[in-house]
């Protein structure tokens, strides 16, 4: 803070205190301003003042509009029966109730308020169509396709995909679709192509209870259809590639090992990225779901995709490097910001698809899982592209002790400074949530190229099903969390003060204050104090089953000295390699220029952001206008919608403007 500043604020402050002598003292606001300055700072959202539109966010879209589409569909909930013989939980909610899922949302941070908007129609083409749990990503027209989503999951955990397709209209603010699949694709992950084709990846099937499709459908923008292929027999596939691994556990007592020879997979919501090249990595991680068996592979994965003359797909597979440690679920990745092409892959959970490991409920079986190996992982893993690398499929590192704790659940967020925001998520899947996220800078002498600090802590915890999107003023929103069922009464009312438990599955707990004196669970006090309520058994405070607080994080950058900078003009679409300009206002020398792909995220995994460093071609001698070049790489950075943010030399960013990038 510079001396004038200084001297404003205590001048300021001892006006004040003549006005007011309970003011503040100036040491104080100086010192709350090093805070944000070192740690960031957080500004809590008003919640919408129906509460009937009050939701979680299990599906979240940034839009060209600036807006932030939140979709949830039936939203992870069970049925409450409350009568005269006290609470009933029934598995699951019903799907074809179109009030069971219209629950879909816009944020609007320009006016920090939350507008329901309908969601699609709960039946379609004769069938369920519940976009919970699909794979959202953004069309090259910047609209938001959902695919698939829940056919039926329960009663009795039997996950099935739908063959459905939801397109929303970000102009129109209504809803379409693309037509259906042929297969079933719950969990699938959507990679978009250099030419705005898309890749849907994985999934369980429709009709046939946790099975995971051995297949990819391709979706062309010129025909308007999908083409299936079956990948089953297809050479190096990972459905036709074996594997050996030993499976150790104790049973009654002993040490039991036996050797698991099965094909590999690709898991549910796998984490693939674009290589320079124009493959697929297939990493290996992904967001399996309980009770699907955990398989434990340290393969990797290189698809290339052919399209004949006729307009037919074709696949290919090379095995890719070795992984250091083995295939983890629920943790995250992105494509490396500061090195391009390389990959990053940040904790996750290991040896299990039982996000309930960790719960003090669970007992025994916590033991087991960790007799086992079953572990949190607390790593950062990189993979260097062959470009950067030199090896002809790229090579693994790992860095076992990246973070501080461990941590599943997480998000990462590229910010416009090229550093990264890892937030969210926890010790467990859904349980001992973090709440200080860990901001990561590029530094080439740091293990995995990144120097870690801790921020300041957000005000809710956010377990599974949270989401972290960068928003156009260079903030973060932060929403979501979902550990436990929710219970839905008939009447649409939805319960949050529920736990699962192991003998009446689940229920609504005595609540207990911080002096252990027992008090009734009231939302308003929890949400202004969300450590007021303990349960017997758990010295954690008490998490409701789900968030609807969203909360708004301002990354350190904002708070440097200095005037903000300003893209004055830019032009609202670019083509590949194009020379272009933008005008600023308070720029600096030592600048820099990003397109940062808009935010597609679901189940601790961001399908759209992508950072494209602009290579700067000439910079004016007041720094008031720059020309440069339009990325080249279609296979990083695919058309679509983009925020372009200018960075001064101390990384303080300017707000975006947005750019449609096209062929």
């Known amino acids: 803070m510079n001396k004038k500043v200084r001297l404003l604020i205590i001048l300021l402050t001892c006006l004040g205190i003549i006005i007011n002598p309970n003011i503040v003292s100036a040491d104080t606001l100086i010192a709350a301003n090093l805070e944000s300055i070192n740690g960031g700072e957080w500004?809590?959202?008003?919640?919408?003042?129906?509460?009937?539109?009050?939701?979680?966010?299990?599906?979240?879209?940034?839009?060209?509009?600036?807006?932030?589409?939140?979709?949830?569909?039936?939203?992870?909930?069970?049925?409450?029966?409350?009568?005269?013989?006290?609470?009933?939980?029934?598995?699951?909610?019903?799907?074809?109730d179109y009030n069971v899922v219209n629950n879909s949302t816009l944020f609007d941070p320009k006016t920090n308020t939350f507008e329901r908007i309908a969601s699609p129609p709960s039946i379609a083409n004769g069938k369920s169509n519940d976009p919970f749990c699909s794979g959202n990503v953004h069309l090259a027209d910047g609209n938001v396709l959902?695919?698939?989503?829940?056919?039926?999951?329960?009663?009795?955990?039997?996950?099935?995909?739908?063959?459905?397709?939801?397109?929303?209209?970000?102009?129109?603010?209504?809803?379409?679709?693309?037509?259906?699949?042929?297969?079933?694709?719950?969990?699938?992950?959507?990679?978009?192509?250099?030419?705005?084709?898309?890749?849907?990846?994985?999934?369980?099937?429709?009709?046939?209870?946790?099975?995971?499709?051995?297949?990819?459908?391709?979706?062309?923008?010129?025909?308007?259809?999908?083409?299936?292929?079956?990948?089953?027999?297809?050479?190096?596939?990972?459905?036709?590639?074996?594997?050996t691994y030993q499976d150790n556990y104790i049973y009654n007592g002993k040490t039991v090992s036996r050797t698991?020879?099965?094909?590999?997979?690709?898991?549910?919501?796998?984490?693939?990225?674009?290589?320079?090249?124009?493959?697929?990595?297939?990493?290996?991680?992904?967001?399996?779901?309980?009770?699907?068996?955990?398989?434990?592979?340290?393969?990797?994965?290189?698809?290339?995709?052919?399209?004949?003359?006729q307009g037919k797909f074709s696949v290919s597979f090379e095995i890719g490097p070795n992984r250091k440690d083995v295939s983890k679920v629920y943790g995250t990745g992105i494509l490396d910001p500061n090195k391009e092409g390389d990959v990053l892959l940040m904790g996750g959970i290991i040896g299990t698809n039982d996000i309930n490991f960790g719960r003090p409920y669970l007992g025994k079986y916590n033991d087991g899982l960790a007799a086992k190996g079953v572990r949190i992982a607390s790593s950062l893993e990189r993979w260097s592209a062959p470009e950067n690398s030199g090896k002809p499929n790229g090579e693994w590192e790992a860095y076992p002790d990246f973070f501080a704790k461990p941590r599943s659940m997480v998000q990462a967020v590229i910010l416009p400074s090229k550093q990264i925001l890892a937030v969210n998520g926890?010790?467990?899947?859904?349980?001992?949530?973090?709440?200080?996220?860990?901001?990561?800078?590029?530094?080439?002498?740091?293990?995995?190229?990144?120097?870690?600090?801790?921020?300041?802590?957000?005000?809710?915890?956010?377990?599974?099903?949270?989401?972290?999107?960068?928003?156009?003023?260079?903030?973060?929103?932060?929403?979501?969390?979902?550990?436990?069922?929710?219970?839905?009464?008939?009447?649409?009312?939805?319960?949050?003060?529920?736990?699962?438990?192991?003998?009446?599955?689940y229920t609504i707990p005595e609540f207990k204050n911080a002096s252990g004196e027992v008090e009734t669970f009231d939302l308003a006090k929890y949400y202004e104090s969300p450590k007021s309520y303990f349960v017997d058994g758990d010295p954690e405070p008490f998490v409701p089953a789900e968030i609807w607080q969203a909360e708004i994080f301002s990354p350190p950058y904002l708070f440097k000295s200095g005037l903000r900078p300003e893209i004055v003009d830019a032009p609202t679409t670019l083509k590949y390699g194009e020379l272009q300009t933008v005008s600023l206002k308070n720029a600096t020398s030592n600048s820099s220029l990003v397109l940062i792909k808009l935010s597609s995220g679901t189940h601790s995994f961001d399908y759209g952001q992508r950072l494209a460093d602009l290579e700067i071609e000439n910079v004016s001698a007041d720094n008031s206008t720059i020309n440069f070049k339009a990325p080249t790489n279609a296979n990083l950075y695919p058309p679509g919608y983009y925020m372009m943010f200018y960075v001064n030399d101390i990384g303080k960013p300017s707000e975006a403007k947005f750019v449609k990038l096209e062929s």
């Open 146 to 243: 959902f695919v698939s989503g829940s056919h039926r999951y329960y009663p009795g955990e039997k996950f099935e995909g739908s063959k459905q397709t939801n397109v929303y209209n970000w102009q129109t603010n209504s809803w379409g679709t693309l037509g259906q699949l042929k297969e079933g694709r719950w969990y699938p992950s959507p990679v978009t192509l250099a030419d705005g084709k898309l890749v849907i990846f994985s999934g369980l099937k429709y009709d046939k209870p946790n099975q995971i499709t051995p297949s990819v459908e391709i979706f062309d923008p010129i025909t308007k259809k999908f083409q299936f292929i079956d990948l089953t027999y297809v050479e190096n596939s990972p459905f036709n590639t074996k594997i």
């Open 43 to 96: 500004q809590t959202v008003p919640l919408p003042e129906k509460r009937e539109d009050w939701m979680q966010a299990v599906h979240t879209s940034l839009l060209p509009n600036g807006k932030v589409l939140v979709v949830n569909g039936s939203s992870n909930r069970n049925t409450l029966v409350q009568d005269n013989t006290g609470n009933q939980f029934i598995d699951g909610v019903n799907g074809r």
């Open 426 to 505: 926890g010790e467990y899947g859904e349980y001992k949530p973090i709440q200080e996220p860990v901001l990561m800078t590029a530094d080439p002498l740091s293990p995995g190229g990144y120097k870690t600090e801790t921020m300041n802590p957000g005000k809710f915890p956010r377990l599974y099903h949270n989401n972290a999107v960068l928003l156009p003023d260079a903030r973060v929103l932060v929403i979501g969390g979902n550990p436990s069922r929710a219970g839905r009464t008939m009447d649409g009312t939805v319960h949050v003060d529920v736990l699962p438990s192991p003998k009446t599955y």
């Open 260 to 309: 698991i020879d099965a094909y590999d997979s690709i898991d549910i919501y796998p984490r693939i990225f674009p290589t320079p090249d124009g493959k697929l990595l297939i990493t290996g991680d992904g967001a399996g779901k309980s009770p699907l068996e955990i398989h434990e592979s340290n393969k990797t994965y290189l698809m290339s995709i052919k399209q004949d003359s």
